[in-house]
């Protein structure tokens, strides 16, 4: 009877092991097969303080730097942006795959069961979803250019309205304080 039971002990042990390693193994397929999205995800990181400096400097541009200037400054400043990026993106991107199973994976391996991680990586391995994947920029821009031309009557106006409301604001607030307001139009 003791045999029994250790023998049951000693199966129940090595399938336990074998489920929790099939599931660690699934969830680091899943994370490889998410690779190209989570670096996206990091470029995007890496990229998004660089952009709202390049509006923000567009705006200086045009207001601290005289016209014969900005071309030039322009230039300057969209080449120390492309340096900024060259260096943060790689950075980033090998940072986040290296998080990655660390982060993601503990969610997924709390989430899923192994039965659904290998549902997962079918999905995600699926020669479907590969060719829907990479149609994902097309359907993107197909979408985006006739949502623009089918709104672009009633967006322009409120467009423009925003343009002229921000001009204003920003005359007023660098004429200082005690400065008559223009009345809205």
Do not use: H
């Amino acid at each position: 009877m003791m045999w029994k039971t250790f023998g049951l002990a000693l199966v129940l042990a090595t399938s336990t092991s074998a489920w929790a390693q099939s599931k660690q193994d699934l969830v680091k397929k899943v994370l490889q097969l998410q690779q190209p999205g989570i670096e996206n995800a990091a470029r995007m990181v890496a990229e998004q303080p660089a952009l709202m400096m390049m509006q923000q400097a567009a705006i200086a541009l045009r207001s601290r730097v005289p016209e014969d200037k900005r071309e030039a400054v322009a230039r300057e400043i969209q080449a120390d942006a492309r340096k900024y990026a060259d260096e943060a993106v790689p950075l980033l991107r090998q940072q986040a795959v290296k998080l990655a199973p660390t982060t993601i994976g503990p969610i997924l391996e709390k989430e899923f069961s192994v039965e659904e991680l290998k549902q997962l990586v079918s999905i995600l391995e699926s020669p479907v979803n590969r060719k829907f994947q990479q149609l994902g920029g097309d359907m993107q821009r197909a979408l985006n250019e006739k949502l623009v031309a089918d709104t672009r009557d009633e967006i322009e106006p409120k467009l423009r309205a925003l343009q002229q409301s921000v001009g204003e604001r920003l005359r007023v607030g660098a004429a200082g304080p005690g400065a008559p307001a223009s009345a809205p139009r």
